[in-house]
Nanobody, 124 residues
Framework: QVQLQESGPGLVKPSQTLSLTCTVS??????????WSWIRQPPGKGLEWMGA???????YYSPSLKSRTSISRDTSKNQFTLQLSSVTPEDTAVYYC????????????????WGQGTQVTVSS
């Protein structure tokens, strides 16, 4: 059973960098062919995919957030991290990490395991 757990500060000041860690248990983040993603949900809004890091270490980002987003991993700890720089109150959201099982060229992937989510508020 794969489990994911987000951790990090719940309050970040504007202009600072938001940093979250996802700890994975029950499966390795290097196992073929899974991807490990960050998704967020602002209050009253839908889910927004932010980016992912593949089993190989390759990273992928939402175009709207690419300039501010960095995803990395620590394979020895079976963790991957999210850094979002220059945050504003619009970045306030519940942040989730999730595993992705990719589909084929003409198929959609699936988020099969999710963390419980962690609230991050950007405020001075």
């Amino acid at each position: 059973q794969v489990q994911l757990q987000e951790s990090g500060p719940g309050l970040v000041k504007p202009s600072q960098t938001l940093s979250l860690t996802c700890t994975v248990s029950g499966g390795s983040i290097t196992t073929n062919y899974y991807y490990w993603s960050w998704i967020r949900q602002p209050p009253g809004k839908g889910l927004e995919w932010m980016g992912a890091i593949a089993y190989s270490g390759s990273t992928y980002y939402s175009p709207s957030l690419k300039s501010r987003t960095s995803i990395s991993r620590d394979t020895s700890k079976n963790q991957f991290t999210l850094q979002l720089s220059s945050v504003t109150p619009e970045d306030t959201a519940v942040y989730y990490c999730a595993r992705v099982v990719p589909g084929g060229a003409q198929a959609m992937g699936a988020f099969d395991y999710w963390g419980q989510g962690t609230q991050v508020t950007v405020s001075s």
